[in-house]
C-alpha cells in the first residue's frame, strides 16, 4: 500500500513570511497528489492539487511542486495572512486492483504570529 | 445546494449502544468513502464504495458496516460502540475513484 509522510507536524511562522510543508510517498505509481485545508471544527477543504505529467501548479499564494524521482512534494504559501491558520493534509493516490483510494499524511498545524 | 450532507453532526451514546450515521451526496459522483479522524486529526479511510458496490474495506472492525442503499447514499453502522470509537466520521464523496474528494460536514461520535 501507500505510505504517505509529512512535516514539519507543527509551523509556526510570522504573517507575511512564506510557508512550506513537504511530502513523501512510496507507492511510484501513485498519480494524484492533493493537498486540503481543515480549519477548526470544519471538514477538509482541496486548496490545490497537482498531476503526476506536472512538476509545479501555483494558485494566487499556493503552490504544489512534485519531484516524481524522489518521491516527494511540497506546498508552498507565502505572503501568510491570519486566515491561513489551520491543520493541512497532503494526500497521494495509492492503485490496487481496481480499488484506488487517497492516503493522507498526518497533518501540519500551521500558526500564523500576527 | 450542491454538497455532502451527513446526520447527525453530534452523537453522544453509552458503550455497548448500536447507531448509524447517514450520508448523501448530490454532486452525481460514482464513488463514496467513510473516514475516521481521531483526536490526533489523523485522517484514515475505512471503507470505499464505487456505484453501490464495495471496493476498499480497510483493516475496520467488524462492528462497522456500511451500507450504500444507491449511489448517493452510504451510511455507516457501528454495533456494541466502544470508547475507542470515539472521533469525527467524515464522509466523502468522488466523480472517479481516488480523485479530488468533497467531504461532508463530520459527526463527532462520543462513546460515554
Known amino acids: 500500500g501507500e505510505n504517505v509522510e509529512q512535516h514539519p507536524s507543527t509551523l509556526s511562522v510570522q504573517e507575511g513570511d512564506s510557508a512550506v510543508i513537504k511530502c513523501t510517498y512510496s507507492?511510484?505509481?501513485?498519480?494524484?497528489f492533493p493537498w486540503y485545508k481543515q480549519e477548526l471544527g470544519k471538514r477538509p477543504q482541496l486548496i490545490i492539487d497537482?498531476?503526476?505529467?506536472?512538476g509545479e501548479k501555483k494558485d494566487q499564494r499556493i503552490a504544489v511542486t512534485l519531484n516524481k524521482t524522489a518521491k516527494h512534494f511540497s506546498l508552498h504559501i507565502t505572503e501568510t495572512q491570519p486566515e491561513d491558520s489551520a491543520v493541512y493534509f497532503c494526500?497521494?493516490?495509492?492503485?490496487?486492483?481496481?480499488?484506488?483510494?487517497?492516503?493522507f499524511g498526518k497533518g501540519t498545524h500551521l500558526i500564523i504570529q500576527p | 445546494d450542491t454538497a455532502v450532507s451527513q446526520t447527525p453532526k453530534y452523537l453522544v451514546t453509552q458503550m455497548g449502544n448500536d447507531k448509524s450515521i447517514k450520508c448523501e451526496q448530490n454532486?452525481?459522483?460514482?464513488?463514496m468513502y467513510w473516514y475516521k479522524q481521531d483526536s490526533k486529526k489523523f485522517l484514515k479511510i475505512m471503507f470505499s464504495y464505487n456505484n453501490k458496490e464495495l471496493i476498499i474495506n480497510e483493516t475496520v472492525p467488524n462492528r462497522f458496516s456500511p451500507k450504500s442503499p444507491d449511489k448517493a447514499h452510504l451510511n455507516l453502522h457501528i454495533n456494541s460502540l466502544e470508547l475507542g470509537d470515539s472521533a469525527v466520521y467524515f464522509c466523502?464523496?468522488?466523480?472517479?475513484?481516488?480523485?479530488?474528494?468533497?467531504f461532508g460536514p463530520g459527526t463527532r461520535l462520543t462513546v460515554l
Open positions: 497537482i498531476r503526476s505529467n506536472v
Open positions: 466523502a464523496s468522488s466523480h472517479v475513484q481516488g480523485d479530488e474528494q468533497f
Open positions: 494526500a497521494a493516490r495509492y492503485r490496487g486492483g481496481g480499488a484506488d483510494g487517497l492516503t
Open positions: 507507492d511510484s505509481a501513485s498519480n494524484y
Open positions: 454532486l452525481g459522483h460514482d464513488t
